[in-house]
Each structure stands twice: as C-alpha cells, then as structure tokens.
C-alpha cells in the first residue's frame, strides 16, 4: 500500500500564491505518475498537473503559465506551485500516485481564493 498525504491550502487573495506539498510513503517503489487533481463544489474532480518519473508534465488549459509542479529529490515528493490565483480556482486538490497499475489518493487539502 502507498500512503498520500498533502499539505499546504488555506485562504489566499485573488493574485496570490500558494504552495502545495504531497509525500507519498509505504510500498513505494517506481512511483510512475505524481499529480494534482481538483474539485470544486458541484463539479467533476478534475486534472489539474501531473508529472511522471520520466520528468514529463502535463497541465490543464485553465493553469498554464500559473501553475508549476515539479518533483522534490527524493522522488516521493511532488509540489504544486500556484502563482497569480484566481476564484475560480478554489477547490479541494488531491494528491494521486499511479504505481503498478494501482491508483492512490491523498484526502486532500481546501483553497479557497477569495478576497
């Protein structure tokens, strides 16, 4: 089993920054995609940028040029980095892992944006 855990939300102003940290623990082994979803109230869980081992990225339309993730040195640890925030980007973000054909989750952690 692989355990997830984030950290980092809270309540920021429109134009602001925030940073989200996820470790993955337990069975770890190649930890093949690290990522953060979303979801806000109302509406789908959705993507919102994930990274594989490899080093490849991918974002979603609405975040480009805003938001950042990268991968600590460790590996186990992915980084969200979200600059120039907007309302519309207040949501519950989920940590994922895909490893070995087996999907994990973190319990999340609340943004809201909001002035």
């Known amino acids: 089993q692989v355990q997830v855990v984030e950290s980092g939300g809270g309540l920021v102003q429109p134009g602001g920054s925030l940073r989200l940290s996820c470790t993955a623990s337990?069975?770890?082994?190649?930890?093949?995609?690290m990522g953060w979803y979303r979801q806000a109230p109302g509406k789908q869980r959705e993507l919102v940028a994930v990274?594989?081992?490899?080093?490849?990225?991918n974002y979603t339309d609405s975040v480009k040029g805003r938001f950042t993730i990268s991968r600590g040195n460790a590996k186990n640890t992915v980084y969200l980095q979200m600059n120039s925030l907007k309302p519309e980007d207040t949501a519950v973000y989920y940590c994922?892992?895909?490893?070995?054909?087996?999907?994990?989750w973190g319990q999340g952690t609340q943004v809201t944006v909001s002035s």
């Open positions: 337990g069975s770890i082994f190649t930890l093949d995609v």
């Open positions: 990274t594989t081992s490899g080093g490849t990225t």
């Open positions: 994922y892992v895909y490893q070995s054909g087996a999907n994990y």
